[in-house]
């Protein structure tokens, strides 16, 4: 009987691993297809009462979703059962990306919800919940302890945030959120903000101001904010059902839900594949269009009050949204200009007319490409939602809501995850 994965404690620690600034390629295996099909073949007893724990989006890449419920993966293959129960299998190369369903995602577990000491994100989209692991380091590394994933270390030129204390985040994002990306802070216990230049992130904080060099116990700081510039996610990709992201170098079935997680070259961790939320095969070809800031938005139906197009944020303690793909609300008749990225070569999404505004709303979402329309779809409440896939080649996406049978009223419309593919990722 496998046992499960015990991760590595405070007095048997694995060394740090380094993690590398460029895109970590999954390896070919040759037994890779004879581990799935013992996979599958453990799997016959799950396939025989699917686990809801396990229901999935899977984007192909013209980025149209079905719902599976997932049997096994690798880094070759993904097995699973469509929406008929019949069980397949396509090559991951095949594959856009296997997202969260809003139903598999409100039945995490209670322990994938609970709260860490604290999180690290990276400029790139990666992050992991855990603790700051306080040890001597380089000034320019941060060590960091995931229950799973172990411990890592990180150049502070790949970290967007820190937060130490599990108080932290909703102070973090008071009192640094919005000014994040202008400038290195410290938030400490006291509630006062340090600003200037963060030299080190180890046992001390050190920051370096017009004043001097500050340095500070790591007990005492809540937060910090390192202003690096965001970088396009890459590689593959998993996000874990207790918030983490990670790039792997492999990703291995082991039988039955089991999976192992190749971290580095020679560290791998074992987990079920109930635990991964979502995998990205190439996280470099794909872009949220909720991190586009739109290049021009305009009113429409001679609408007096101009409420325009948002993200949508997640309700308090919802997970994080995989890829940055946040849902986009356009609460009126309008026109929104999107530049597209260099390579952009399609375009999805689901359309939704959201439930409270069913009693009058009725629209056409009109989607066009440098001006061309690409697609016309009206919503209604007898028709409230629309598969979006459309060719995407070109500088402008446009999106439009234009008023129906009744008017403006109610003529609201949300974008769940829009994705853009891209052939040539950005240098």
């Known amino acids: 009987m496998l046992c499960n994965f015990l991760p590595p404690t405070s007095s048997l620690s694995p060394p740090p691993i380094k993690m590398p600034h460029t895109a970590l390629q999954p390896r070919r295996r040759t037994l890779a297809s004879a581990i799935l099909a013992l996979a599958l073949c453990a799997a016959h007893a799950v396939a025989q009462s699917p686990n809801p724990a396990n229901r999935r989006a899977l984007l192909d890449l013209d980025l149209r979703a079905q719902t599976i419920t997932l049997l096994?993966?690798?880094?070759?293959?993904?097995?699973?059962?469509?929406?008929?129960?019949?069980?397949?299998?396509?090559?991951?190369?095949?594959?856009?990306?296997?997202?969260?369903?809003?139903?598999?995602?409100?039945?995490?577990?209670?322990?994938s919800r609970a709260r860490r000491p604290g999180l690290i994100e990276l400029v790139d989209g990666r992050r992991f919940p855990g603790e700051h692991a306080v040890t001597p380091s380089d000034d320019d590394e941060v060590l960091w302890r995931h229950p799973l994933l172990g411990q890592m270390s990180f150049p502070l030129d790949d970290i967007a945030r820190v937060v130490f204390r599990s108080n932290g985040e909703a102070l973090f994002d008071g009192r640094l959120g919005a000014d994040a990306h202008l400038r290195d802070a410290l938030l400490l216990t006291n509630n006062d903000v340090l600003t200037g230049f963060i030299l080190g992130l180890g046992a001390e904080a050190e920051i370096e101001s017009d004043a001097g060099v500050v340095s500070v116990p790591a007990q005492r700081v809540l937060a910090a904010s390192v202003a690096n510039p965001p970088r396009p996610a890459s590689g593959l990709m998993v996000w874990l059902d207790d918030g983490a992201a990670a790039r792997l170098i492999t990703l291995r079935a082991e039988g039955g839900e089991w999976l192992a997680l190749g971290v580095t070259d020679s560290r791998h961790v074992r987990t079920t594949i109930s635990t991964v939320r979502a995998v990205v095969p190439d996280a470099a070809r794909l872009r949220p269009l909720a991190a586009i800031t739109p290049a021009a938005q305009t009113a429409l139906a001679d609408r007096r009050v101009f409420d325009p197009a948002h993200t949508v944020t997640p309700a308090d303690g919802a997970p994080p949204v995989v890829l940055g793909a946040h849902d986009i609300r356009f609460p009126g008749p309008m026109r929104v200009d999107y530049d597209l990225p260099p390579g952009a070569t399609r375009f999805g999404a689901v359309a939704e007319m959201p439930r409270d505004a069913w009693p009058w709303g009725d629209c056409e979402l009109i989607v066009s490409i440098d001006g061309r329309e690409v697609l016309r779809e009206r919503l209604h409440m007898n028709r409230p939602t629309a598969d979006i896939s459309v060719p995407a080649r070109g500088r402008t996406l446009t999106i439009t809501v234009e008023a129906g049978a009744y008017g403006p009223i109610n003529n609201i419309v949300i974008l769940r995850r829009p994705l853009l593919l891209v052939d040539q990722p950005e240098s």
């Not at 069980?87 to 991951?92: A, F, G, Q």
């Not at 969260?100 to 577990?109: H, N, V």
Request: proline share 5%; no cysteine.
């Open 72 to 111: 096994a993966l690798d880094d070759e293959r993904i097995a699973y059962l469509d929406d008929t129960g019949r069980r397949r299998s396509v090559e991951l190369r095949s594959v856009a990306a296997m997202l969260p369903t809003q139903t598999s995602d409100r039945e995490l577990p209670a322990r």
